[in-house]
């Protein structure tokens, strides 16, 4: 029983371990933001010139792949149908508070809830996140930036923390 007990206490210590390395804040050089909690939740922010885009979720690993679930946000919005009848429908939230709102057409919006998508799962190597393709093989070649002939590398990079 205790050697039972010793190995459930090694598997969730290592488990909180893997959990607390990986946590932290990374970006990459084309507008991509990942903010990775403790607590298995995370929130995507991609930014560019007026636009933006904002995803919230949990995320899991298993070996050296982070996999991300979004979580989305919904505001109710009240309509008049045809027939006169009142209905209520269900759209992706500007921000992240769920309220019941009026649709204003004359209103432009530059950002929203998942508008950039965000990637499902990224490989974490050496404080790098890296997006994988169709192949399973992590994207390592650099990309040209935004209006200039600069290549960039195309992984998120993990920045300290402003506590340490």
Same mark, same amino acid.
């Given at each position: 029983?205790?050697?039972?007990?010793?190995?459930?206490?090694?598997?969730?210590?290592?488990?909180?371990?893997?959990?607390?390395?990986?946590?932290?804040?990374?970006?990459?050089?084309?507008?991509?933001?990942?903010? /990775?909690?403790? !607590?298995?939740?995370?929130? +995507?922010?991609?930014?560019?010139?007026? #636009?933006?885009?904002? *995803? @919230?979720?949990?995320?899991?690993?298993?070996?050296?792949?982070?996999?991300?679930?979004?979580?989305?946000?919904?505001?109710?919005?009240?309509?008049?149908?045809?027939?006169?009848?009142?209905?209520?429908?269900?759209?992706?939230?500007?921000?992240?508070?769920?309220?019941? /709102?009026?649709? !204003?057409?004359?209103?432009? +919006?530059?950002?929203?809830?998942?508008? #950039?998508?965000?990637? *499902? @799962?990224?490989?974490?190597?050496?404080?790098?996140?890296?997006?994988?393709?169709?192949?399973?093989?992590?994207?390592?070649?650099?990309?040209?930036?935004?209006?200039?002939?600069?290549?960039?590398?195309?992984?998120?990079?993990?920045?300290?923390?402003?506590?340490?």
């Amino acid at each position: 029983m205790k050697a039972l007990l010793t190995l459930y206490f090694i598997i969730v210590y290592a488990h909180l371990n893997a959990q607390s390395k990986v946590a932290g804040h990374y970006r990459n050089y084309f507008g991509g933001s990942v903010n /990775i909690e403790t !607590d298995s939740t995370f929130k +995507y922010t991609w930014h560019f010139d007026l #636009q933006g885009s904002w *995803t @919230k979720g949990e995320w899991r690993m298993t070996k050296d792949t982070i996999y991300f679930t979004m979580i989305p946000v919904y505001d109710t919005v009240r309509q008049t149908l045809k027939n006169g009848k009142i209905g209520d429908s269900l759209i992706l939230s500007i921000d992240e508070k769920p309220e019941r /709102i009026t649709l !204003d057409v004359n209103v432009l +919006y530059s950002g929203g809830q998942n508008i #950039q998508a965000c990637p *499902t @799962k990224l490989l974490l190597r050496k404080n790098r996140l890296y997006e994988i393709d169709t192949n399973g093989k992590p994207y390592k070649k650099w990309r040209r930036g935004f209006g200039n002939k600069k290549k960039w590398p195309p992984w998120f990079i993990r920045i300290p923390s402003e506590t340490n």
